[in-house]
């Protein structure tokens, strides 16, 4: 469901991702996956903006002078030339140009920046790869711009420490905006950066530890923030990591550009899908068609649920379904405290689960989510959702660049300047709907109809087998007290099993074929038209 850019072994292709930290080891940083825009329309995923960073090793000065500044195209005719001549510590300097290749960096500690952050653009003309291949450790790229890749923009593998500042924006992505994949600690942050129009705003696949997500803006995405656990990237599952004072508003973007199975997490602001241990904190969220923040469980080759995450603080307004949502199955220590929301799902969700109190540590959630993202999985599977194709995504308009791109250069540095996004929320057609029993009645019809037959029909047909087996035990004159009382025990504590054992084993009264339709042919007729409602309808 949630798909990855690399760093190290990487299977799929890359991401977008413009200001982080890393760490040792498996590191890849697939900055812009497809590629960043610029003034040009028709263009793939883009990125540009301020900077984020990580360190682990030698660190240069910041502002210390280059041992050598090159020059391209004055000194040397392609980047990739003056990359091949520079020494360590040497400064890059690109001007405005369209280049059409593949940089490949393999050495450290270099700074290569473009002097124009609209004008100088990598291009892969849609058959190249990526745009930078960075494999050296404490490289810094700086105020360009990727367009056109068929992999990443800006792709750092397998490093210690790296920066890469004046690539915030990121647009037209088919997976995801932005994406830290496969690493723990990841001792990374993403700040100041703005993902909108891609299938995914944030993507990060078994990834986490001291992973920091911050002071952004994610909007009109599929879906705005998706950390998740999947065994198909090594070390899973994801966790620890902290989401914190974000604007996240109107992710229902069914024409964003995307892969098919990024389609069932479509109208969701923060989703954690099967993830441990994050942290959502202070963030402002605002008109999703289904959840401002949902936690659920995800499954790959096991099944991942979710435990020990902290929702905290957040304000979320005007979700159709509910402003929180905690799905079953989900393990313990899910807690929800201070939040400023409307309705929760399931009900009551910051008392029962409220943080710190003993009833937390408990699973639970609502089946209910489940059926949605069900119905939606099965659309993009049968191809009834047609994606958009992200090569005909058009160019944002031209961003802020490098101040002053004649500094000497920063090295890489872990402070961030700590600039709150602006929290003013958007305009929005959403609004609160009617729900029954936390499913969305203002859905898609089909949406709601299966949710009646796998979900509101099974639990009435549960009440039923309860309330007529309680009728015949009590009414059945013949049958001993110890045995009456034996079989409502096993009626009312084991649960679907007992009342099953009853109709079929206890010598009901009741005549066999009505036991036998209430007992077995309901339930299949339930699920046969949950089946074709998936496959041939909904």
């Known amino acids: 469901m949630i798909l990855a850019w690399r760093w190290h072994a990487y299977r799929r292709s890359g991401r977008k991702l413009p200001a982080f930290l890393v760490w040792p080891g498996l590191i890849a940083l697939a ?54 001549a520079a020494k360590p510590y040497a400064l890059i300097s690109i001007a405005p140009g369209i280049y059409h290749e593949v940089v490949t960096v393999r050495t450290a500690h270099l700074t290569i920046r473009g002097r124009d952050r609209n004008g100088v653009i990598l291009d892969g003309n849609f058959k ?8 050296a450790d404490n490289v810094v790229l700086e105020n360009m711009t990727a367009r056109h890749f068929l992999a990443n923009g800006f792709y750092w593998m397998d490093v210690k420490g790296f920066r890469a500042s004046y690539h915030d924006l990121a647009v037209g992505q088919p997976d995801s905006g932005f994406y830290i994949g496969y690493c723990h600690p990841c001792n990374a942050i993403i700040t100041n950066v703005i993902s909108e129009d891609n299938a995914l705003g944030y993507s990060g696949t078994n990834a986490g530890g001291n992973l920091v997500i ?25 966790a620890d990591t902290t989401i914190i004072n974000n604007l996240v508003e109107n992710n229902n973007n069914f024409d964003a550009p995307a892969h098919t199975l990024q389609y069932p997490t479509i109208g969701n602001g923060i989703v954690i899908g099967g993830g441990n241990n994050n942290h959502i904190l202070n963030n402002r969220m605002n008109g999703h068609i289904y959840y401002g923040i949902l936690i659920l469980p995800n499954i790959d080759q096991h099944f991942w649920q979710p435990s020990g995450n902290v929702t905290e603080n957040n304000i979320i307004t005007n979700s159709g379904v509910a402003d929180l949502a905690l799905s079953a199955l989900s393990a313990g220590n899910n807690c929800f405290s201070g939040n400023k929301v409307a309705r929760t799902s399931p009900p009551f969700l910051q008392f029962t689960h409220a943080c710190g109190s003993l009833s937390a540590r408990g699973g639970g959630g609502d089946p209910s989510v489940a059926t949605v993202l069900l119905d939606h999985f099965m659309q993009a599977n049968l191809g009834r959702y047609r994606v958009r194709d992200w090569k005909k995504v058009p160019a944002p308009a031209p961003q802020p660049g490098m101040p002053d791109p004649t500094i000497d250069p920063q090295g890489i540095f872990t402070t961030i300047d700590g600039r709150p996004s602006a ?15 936390g499913l969305g009645l203002a859905t898609p019809f089909f949406e709601v109809i299966l949710g009646f037959y796998m979900y509101y029909l099974p639990l009435a047909l549960y009440a039923a087998w309860i309330s007529v087996a309680t009728w015949d035990i009590v009414r059945r004159g013949e049958m001993k007290g110890g045995a009456r009382i034996g079989w409502l025990a096993v009626v009312y504590f084991i649960p679907v099993l007992g009342p099953l054992a009853y109709y079929l084993f206890g010598k009901s009264e009741i005549p066999r074929l009505t036991r036998f339709a209430l007992a077995i042919g309901a339930p299949i007729v339930y699920l046969i038209i949950s089946v074709l409602l998936l496959l041939f309808i909904s």
Do not use: H
């Open 423 to 437: 929290m003013t929320v958007s305009a929005t057609s959403i609004s609160p709907g009617i729900t029954l029993g």
């Open 128 to 135: 190249l790869t990526n745009g930078f291949e960075v494999l």
């Open 31 to 84: 900055l812009l996956w497809m590629a960043l825009l610029t003034a040009c329309a028709g263009s793939s995923p883009s990125v540009q903006g301020p900077d984020i960073s990580g360190t682990n090793g030698t660190v240069g000065q910041p502002g210390k002078g280059p041992a050598a500044i090159l020059r391209v195209p004055e000194d040397y005719p392609t980047i990739q030339a003056a990359v091949n």
């Open 214 to 238: 911050r002071d952004s803006i994610w909007r009109n995405n599929m879906s705005g923030i998706a950390p998740n656990t999947l065994d198909s990237e090594p070390d899973p599952p994801e």
